[in-house]
C-alpha cells in the first residue's frame, strides 16, 4: 500500500494521449460528416442522371 503506482508514467501518457485523441474527434466530427454529406449529394446525383 505504501508503494507508488509502478506504472503512473504509463498511465498519464495514455490518459494525455486519449485527451488528444478526443479534440480530433470533437473537430473533425463536423468537417468529416459534412463531407460525407456532401459526397452523398454527389453519389446520389450520378445515380439519378444514370436512371434516365
Not at 4 to 17: G, I, K, S, V, Y
Amino acid at each position: 500500500m505504501n508503494k507508488p503506482f509502478e506504472l503512473q508514467d504509463e498511465l498519464t501518457n495514455a490518459r494525455n494521449r486519449q485527451k488528444e485523441i478526443n479534440k480530433i474527434l470533437d473537430t473533425s466530427g463536423n468537417e468529416n460528416s459534412k463531407v460525407v454529406v456532401e459526397d452523398d449529394l454527389e453519389e446520389e446525383k450520378s445515380e439519378s442522371s444514370m436512371e434516365l
